[in-house]
């Protein structure tokens, strides 16, 4: 029979063990027991709207705000009472925060103070940096003759220069134009898989989290809403928080009626799981505007709706349309690709049939 205790001993340890991490100002609980385990080579983004905690969580991981409880462990190792320069991390900010009067050189190379290399250790490292990042014969120019993004790499690559065992990011693409920002971001993702640097980023922007994140960590209140991978969170919400904030979402007011169904007035939808809910529960039926289907459906398609074009917005790769249905009291958003139906022309008053495919339904409870 196999010891339980050696396969406990044999299991990787993560990167990073949060155990009841809590932080106040004054009044204000930032941060509320925080649990989270973060594996090696993992890329975690701390993603949330303004003042969910996310860069409290961030700042406490990096002893730049000491949380008032529990315990961080990096490897192993208790670093919950450490100071900032006792922890193995590098940090990149929103605002790049580097040296004006330093040359872009000499800021790389501040990343490597109070380590052993040599002189031309020391130059030999932050050239491989600089070429790691794409600044190949920028050596010697000074921040304010870069672009944005330029300096945002120098910060990256200054947080690189010792190799640390933890690299966080602080919204650092937030400032940066649109195309550079996601030029940028393509670029961090490949240079951390390549370093295999176990990486946290804040952001708010929610395509960022789900483009280059490895795991989500949902936040709200100074607590975690969910963790998962970008498909869990958007396909598998856990709570009505996480289906709006990630993605449009439509919310319906509904009545559990029955296992496998809800109404809407007296309009009955067929939804596969309303379990917890039980029958009589006032619930939230939920679906994405991209899953809403749009043509000509047979008399066996389940959720049928007839529907009116209220407006039409064109977004580039798709239109967003709002329709109303008179068996609905809110109006329905749906996203409707270039192919298909999309080809015909939408205009406000167009009659459309559309389908709520059952396994697209999600139900939350009301209010939540």
């Given at each position: 029979m196999q010891d339980l205790s050696d396969t406990a001993q044999t299991a990787p340890m993560p990167a990073l063990q949060i155990s009841g991490l809590s932080k106040s100002f004054g009044t204000?609980?930032?941060?509320?027991?925080?649990?989270?385990?973060i594996e090696k080579?993992?890329?975690?983004?701390?993603?949330?709207?303004?003042?969910?905690?996310?860069?409290?969580?961030?700042?406490a991981i990096a002893g730049l705000d000491v949380q008032d409880y529990g315990?961080?462990?990096?490897?192993?190792?208790?670093?919950s009472g450490l100071p900032v320069h006792g922890r193995d991390f590098g940090i990149v900010f929103q605002s790049y925060a580097l040296f004006p009067n330093l040359s872009v050189a000499r800021n790389v190379g501040f990343g490597l103070r109070g380590s052993d290399l040599g002189r031309q250790q020391r130059k030999a490292r932050v050239a491989e940096l600089l070429s790691m990042v794409g600044l190949d014969g920028q050596a010697e120019k000074y921040p304010a003759q870069l672009s944005g993004g330029q300096q945002q790499r120098v910060a990256l690559a200054r947080a690189l220069a010792?190799?640390?065992?933890?690299?966080?990011?602080?919204?650092?693409?937030?400032?940066?134009?649109?195309?550079?920002?996601?030029?940028?971001?393509?670029?961090?993702?490949q240079l951390q898989r390549e370093l295999g640097v176990t990486t946290i980023m804040v952001t708010h922007d929610q395509d960022e989290a789900l483009s280059i994140a490895d795991r989500i960590?949902?936040?709200?209140?100074?607590?975690?809403?969910?963790?998962?991978?970008?498909?869990?969170?958007?396909?598998?919400?856990?709570?009505?928080?996480v289906?709006?904030?990630?993605?449009?979402?439509?919310?319906?007011?509904?009545?559990?009626?029955?296992?496998?169904?809800v109404a809407?007035?007296?309009?009955?939808?067929?939804?596969?799981?309303?379990?917890?809910?039980?029958?009589?529960?006032?619930?939230s039926l939920c679906i994405r505007p991209a899953d809403i289907m749009v043509g000509d459906f047979g008399d066996d398609t389940p959720n049928r709706l007839g529907a009116t074009v209220r407006t039409v917005s064109f977004r580039g790769n798709f239109h967003q349309l709002s329709v109303r249905c008179p068996d609905l009291?809110?109006?329905l958003d749906i996203e409707l690709r270039h192919q298909g139906e999309a080809r015909r022309r939408m205009t406000e008053g167009t009659a459309l049939d559309i389908a709520l495919p059952p396994r697209k339904l999600v139900l939350f409870p009301a209010g939540g």
């Open positions: 204000f609980t930032a941060l509320k027991g925080i649990d989270l385990a080579g993992e890329f975690v983004c701390f993603l949330g709207p303004s003042g969910c905690g996310k860069t409290t969580l961030l700042r315990t961080i462990l990096q490897n192993g190792r208790d670093i010792p190799s640390p065992g933890l690299l966080l990011l602080d919204e650092p693409l937030s400032a940066l134009d649109a195309q550079v920002r996601l030029h940028l971001r393509d670029q961090l993702r960590v949902v936040m709200r209140q100074g607590q975690i809403e969910q963790i998962g991978t970008p498909e869990e969170v958007f396909r598998h919400p856990a709570t009505a928080f289906a709006g904030f990630l993605g449009d979402m439509n919310f319906i007011p509904a009545r559990v009626q029955s296992a496998g169904t809407v007035g007296d309009t009955v939808f067929e939804v596969p799981d309303t379990a917890p809910h039980a029958p009589g529960d006032a619930v009291a809110e109006p």
